[in-house]
């Protein structure tokens, strides 16, 4: 805010005189056509004293640089003149006008600032020494007492070192007094010790004497034994003959009954029949034939990968469809043939591996539905027998299959010490060959293995006892039923194992007392040998149970047991 004060009565510095301009675009007298008297205002406005010191102007009026004409107008009124010119005047003294009680102020607060920068500055100056003198005092004080605490120091440490010389000296002294004392103990104990060497060597001597007499009699008694040991050589050397012997003419026996197998194969080959051995290898070669050729063809090729992965999703849904159904078993059976025999037919690779899906996938339903509820497995093996009946090949890569998840059971036969082809195990492979599953490095369960073997071989049994229009494949034939049971009862190892009691019962369970009124009395016989190895022994030897002594395999034998008498009260009354 601005305050109005008087203007000074000092009279004002003459300023020269300029030539008055117009202002604010307005003209001014002199660029109009009209030259009036001059004013009281024009003077004031015209005035040194009006002007800033810093406004340029000329020294006269010859110097200024005359203007070009400019063309004439219409003169004012005199109203309209009085009328501008106050509106100039104004204008002027409102943009010049300084305010002196506002540069007063300015040059007081220049005033206060320095006036307080010279004190601070002053003040300043004197904390500072004050400082330095503290400083300095308090540095001759600490030297002071560093000085003082050096002195004791030393005082104390001389006292420290006049003590220790003392202790010192009595501690020589005091050594040598036991040292003196010491030597003597140690020549006293030197003496007794003599005596008592004397005495052991004497008592050494003795023992010798003694030893020698004992060496002599226990070489006596060595000479006695060592007969004896010859003897009982001897005896031992006639008995290992007597088993090389034996063991020959077990190898010899073994050779005739391998030499009339040889002699024998033409015939079993004319009936359909093999070997136990031989039926592992066959499916074992045809599976390994499946993965190196079809398999590894499609899953090569990606065009084809993706009709075979199309393919396995029609299957499964189909095979988790089935019901215990006859329309719907034919359904299914039909809608399967339809996808793995189209109109189009397929190329050989995408074929078999269809093939191989539809086993594994008939299979993986055995392993968890028949688990569940085992009549679920009669509709599985009716679509299973008539697809075996009706797709050419499906026989040879289910059985392979089957025996790839389910270890030697379908045959039945042990893995052997080698693969089919004669190279060693590596255990993992051996593990899958025997039907174990593992996750990550871990083989499952017993009793996960028992269920799920024995699930399957349920639907392998169905299949054997399924009604088919046509004769299928030797592997899936009704007589094969007996050829499994015979083949079991010959193999020890294989009956002392909780999973062939598991098997067996569902082989019983499913086909049992039909087998009775087909193989008759045969049949009884074969189940009097199953029955006293459940109850008595394998062979009549007590201890030697089918099943073992595992949990799974004891409640598996009392299955066999009963399942047994079932079977045979069912055929008396009949």
């Given at each position: 805010?601005?305050?109005?004060?008087?203007?000074?009565?000092?009279?004002?510095?003459?300023?020269?005189?300029?030539?008055?301009?117009?202002?604010?675009?307005?003209?001014?007298?002199?660029?109009?056509?009209?030259?009036?008297?001059?004013?009281?205002?024009?003077?004031?406005?015209?005035?040194?004293?009006?002007?800033?010191?810093?406004?340029?102007?000329?020294?006269?009026?010859?110097?200024?640089?005359?203007?070009?004409?400019?063309?004439?107008?219409?003169?004012?009124?005199?109203?309209?003149?009085?009328?501008?010119?106050?509106?100039?005047?104004?204008i002027r003294l409102r943009t010049r006008y300084h305010d002196p009680y506002e540069e007063w102020e300015k040059q007081t607060r220049k005033d206060a600032f320095h006036t307080a920068r010279r004190a601070q500055v002053q003040t300043r100056l004197e904390t500072q020494g004050r400082r330095t003198q503290r400083n300095t005092q308090e540095l001759q004080s600490l030297a002071a007492i560093h000085a003082q605490q050096l002195a004791e120091v030393q005082k104390q440490l001389a006292a420290l070192q006049v003590r220790q010389q003392a202790d010192v000296n009595k501690l020589i002294s005091s050594w040598q007094e036991q040292d003196k004392t010491f030597r003597g103990r140690i020549e006293g104990v030197i003496r007794v010790e003599d005596e008592k060497l004397r005495a052991k060597l004497e008592a050494e001597r003795k023992v010798r004497e003694e030893a020698e007499r004992k060496r002599k009699e226990e070489e006596e008694k060595r000479k006695v034994e060592e007969e004896v040991k010859r003897k009982e050589e001897e005896q031992a050397q006639r008995q290992r003959e007597a088993e090389a012997a034996a063991k020959h003419q077990e190898e010899e026996k073994e050779r005739l009954r391998r030499e009339k197998l040889d002699a024998e194969e033409q015939g079993r080959a004319q009936l359909g029949m093999s070997l136990a051995e031989e039926d592992w290898v066959h499916a074992r070669e045809t599976l390994k034939n499946l993965k190196a050729g079809p398999m590894k063809t499609v899953k090569g090729n990606k065009p084809l990968k993706s009709q075979w992965s199309a393919i396995r999703r029609q299957i499964t849904p189909k095979i988790g469809q089935l019901t215990h159904d006859i329309d719907s078993v034919m359904r299914i059976t039909q809608q399967l043939i339809d996808i793995i025999c189209p109109s189009e037919r397929l190329s050989p690779d995408i074929y078999f591996a269809a093939l191989s899906s539809l086993a594994k996938a008939i299979l993986l339903q055995a392993e968890t539905e028949v688990t569940a509820e085992k009549r679920s497995a009669i509709p599985l093996a009716m679509v299973a027998a008539r697809l075996l009946g009706t797709l050419e090949g499906f026989p040879d890569i289910f059985f392979a299959k089957l025996v790839q998840r389910s270890g030697g059971w379908p045959v039945p036969s042990a893995i052997p010490s080698t693969d089919s082809d004669g190279t060693a195990w590596v255990e993992l492979e051996r593990t899958k060959a025997m039907g174990y599953r593992t996750n990550d490095g871990q083989r499952e369960t017993l009793s996960d293995h028992v269920m799920r073997v024995s699930g399957m071989m349920r639907v392998y049994f169905l299949i054997l006892a399924a009604p088919v229009p046509q004769p299928l494949e030797k592997m899936f034939q009704l007589p094969r039923f007996w050829t499994y049971f015979a083949r079991m009862i010959g193999d020890e190892r294989l009956l002392e194992t909780a999973v062939a009691a598991q098997v067996l019962h569902a082989a019983l369970d499913v086909g049992g007392t039909e087998a009775k009124f087909i193989w008759g009395n045969q049949w009884v016989k074969m189940m009097e040998l199953l029955y006293e190895g459940a109850t008595t022994g394998i062979g009549g030897v007590a201890g030697k149970l089918v099943g073992g002594q595992t949990p799974e395999g004891k409640a598996a034998r009392v299955r066999v047991q009963l399942q047994i008498e079932r079977i045979m009260d069912a055929t008396s009354l009949r």
């Open positions: 805010m601005r305050y109005g004060l008087p203007r000074s009565t000092s009279p004002s510095p003459e300023r020269r005189s300029r030539r008055r301009t117009s202002t604010f675009g307005l003209p001014s007298d002199s660029e109009s056509d009209f030259e009036g008297p001059p004013t009281d205002s024009d003077s004031e406005l015209s005035s040194p004293s009006s002007l800033s010191s810093d406004s340029f102007c000329y020294e006269s009026e010859s110097q200024v640089p005359s203007l070009p004409p400019r063309p004439k107008r219409e003169p004012r009124s005199p109203a309209e003149q009085r009328h501008v010119e106050d509106t100039v005047a104004a």
